[in-house]
């Protein structure tokens, strides 16, 4: 062995010895071919491309829901959204639901160690009453974001791009402007969406910073609002790409990424934090070429097909992860579980449906995972997963398309009706990722019996809490930087700060 090699070795143990920082990094409706590292042509990743060249790439890498708030949940929870109640669809600036406290986030895990924790951009796990939802509630010590998705408000007199383009479309309507909040406290309302990225990148950069400086291991979530509808990008990227709004607000989320991974360097930590990369769900393929792209997979955001679940993910972790790819089936549940492994803390005890990852990320080896379930937008104890995977096979037990995913030339990702296919329509992932041939003849029953199997019980475990979502809304409950003012939406609406001054509301315990 060389000099060098045994340098290299000795550093990486003496990382790993000390408890590891984590670092997720979560885009928003982005497909799986977005990325150039996942093929295409005309996207400017650089730094994700970079993680992915120099890190794991996973190519059958899955999440739990097709729409943010359920996915969002068993990211941070370790299990599916019908056990944590977050579903039906997604939660409202008024929703009266939330995640439920009595849940235990990645968060609130990593607490337990002595770990600094930090949220920086979208949360939408709810707000409800005083803010019990939100996320300093939730096992982060700070968080500076909006707490929805940012087309939930009006947004047709925003900015979007610069000098003064206005965001494209109306987003919700009939509700207050989208609000920037600094851990409980609206900052402005509404948000800037031109400075948004340059806020979020010094919050996390000045987290980082205090947290080595108190020789503080730690937790970064950054949940990105790209490359969600409406895109916006600031002046350092608007006019960029050569794939127009969406590649510049693609291109601004990579920036971010970029400026994280410098503070780690400068900080002298980046060889002992793992940083882990997916998506909340498919692309949105009704807006077209503002939507995003799901490259060979099947339709999109709303749907159960491979386009709707299937996300890129890379794990980037120096000295410790070896680069290459790999075809292990993983999920965002096992975020929780390989986290709490790697930092040597105790798991809830709670039904966890996720697995740890760790025998993947540090020795390229084959995962316990074997199924993947997945549920509509909609579950219910009626119908429930829609379809399951068993190593390389998927059954679709029920289809139905969506109002998300029109515009394709595909019939199946806008056709509405659910249809009920018994015996469940067979694809092999594999060789046919694009679900196009349906093995229907009698020589896969073997596999059907298998999946069939493997369906049953994981239903018998299957508890569904109490829906959240269905709890209902409260325009009273919407956030606004003026309380008890009128009228209501019009009169909430606070003036720009200083970003200098978000970046100091820091918490590091």
Same mark, same amino acid.
């Given at each position: ?118 949220? @920086? +951009? *979208?949360?939408?796990?709810? #707000?409800?009453?005083? &803010?019990?939802?939100?996320? =300093?509630?939730?096992? %982060? ?115 971010? @990424? +970029? *400026?994280?991974?410098?503070? #780690?360097?400068?900080? &002298?930590?980046?060889?002992? =934090?793992?940083?882990? %990369? ?232």
């Amino acid at each position: 062995m060389s000099v060098i090699a045994l340098f290299a070795l000795i550093t990486a143990q003496c990382a790993r010895a000390s408890a590891p920082n984590f670092v997720l990094l979560f885009a928003d409706d982005l497909g799986y071919g977005d990325l150039g590292c996942f093929g295409h042509p005309s996207s400017l990743t650089p730094n994700l491309d970079r993680l992915a060249a120099r890190g794991l790439r996973f190519t059958d890498f899955y999440v739990t829901s097709a729409v943010c708030s359920p996915s969002r949940a068993a990211l941070l929870t370790g299990r599916y959204q019908t056990r944590s109640g977050i579903y039906p669809g997604v939660l409202y600036p008024g929703s009266k639901g939330g995640l439920p406290l009595n849940e235990t986030t990645v968060a609130e895990v990593l607490k337990s160690k002595g770990y600094a924790t930090a949220i @920086v +951009g *979208k949360w939408h796990l709810g #707000l409800g009453p005083n &803010g019990i939802y939100l996320p =300093t509630r939730q096992g %982060f010590d700070s968080y500076l974001g909006i707490p929805y998705s940012h087309d939930q408000g009006p947004c047709q007199n925003l900015t979007c791009f610069p000098p003064d383009v206005k965001c494209y479309g109306f987003c919700d309507q009939g509700v207050v402007t989208v609000p920037l909040m600094c851990n409980e406290n609206i900052k402005r309302q509404p948000a800037d969406f031109l400075q948004l990225e340059k806020a979020y990148s010094e919050f996390a950069s000045q987290f980082i910073s205090d947290a080595v400086q108190n020789n503080h291991p730690f937790f970064l979530y950054y949940p990105s609002h790209h490359t969600h509808y409406p895109q916006y990008a600031g002046a350092d990227y608007a006019g960029k790409s050569p794939r127009g709004p969406f590649g510049d607000s693609l291109m601004e989320f990579d920036g971010t @990424v +970029g *400026k994280i991974l410098r503070t #780690l360097e400068e900080t &002298g930590v980046i060889n002992n =934090t793992l940083i882990f %990369f997916t998506g909340d769900n498919g692309p949105e393929l009704m807006r077209k070429s503002r939507g995003g792209n799901a490259g060979l997979m099947k339709c999109g955001k709303s749907t159960t097909y491979e386009g709707g679940m299937r996300e890129p993910a890379i794990a980037y972790w120096p000295g410790s992860i070896q680069p290459g790819v790999t075809r292990a089936l993983a999920s965002s549940l096992d975020i929780l579980p390989t986290f709490a492994k790697l930092a040597g803390a105790a798991l809830p005890d709670v039904q966890l449906d996720g697995f740890d990852m760790t025998n993947i990320l540090l020795n390229h080896r084959p995962s316990e995972r074997k199924t993947i379930f997945y549920y509509p937008t909609d579950p219910s104890e009626k119908h429930s997963v829609f379809a399951v995977r068993w190593k390389n096979f998927k059954a679709h037990y029920y289809t139905r398309g969506a109002s998300h995913s029109r515009s394709t030339p595909d019939s199946d990702c806008s056709s509405l009706p659910l249809l009920h296919h018994d015996p469940p329509l067979l694809y092999n992932l594999e060789s046919d990722p694009s679900e196009y041939y349906n093995l229907n003849s009698s020589e896969w029953d073997s596999v059907l019996k298998q999946i069939q199997a493997a369906k049953e019980h994981f239903e018998a475990s299957m508890v569904f809490g109490e829906s959240e979502i269905s709890k209902g809304r409260d325009s009273a409950l919407e956030p606004c930087c003026i309380p008890n003012c009128t009228p209501k939406p019009e009169c909430c609406h606070l003036s720009p700060w200083p970003s200098k001054l978000i970046s100091r509301v820091i918490i590091v315990n």
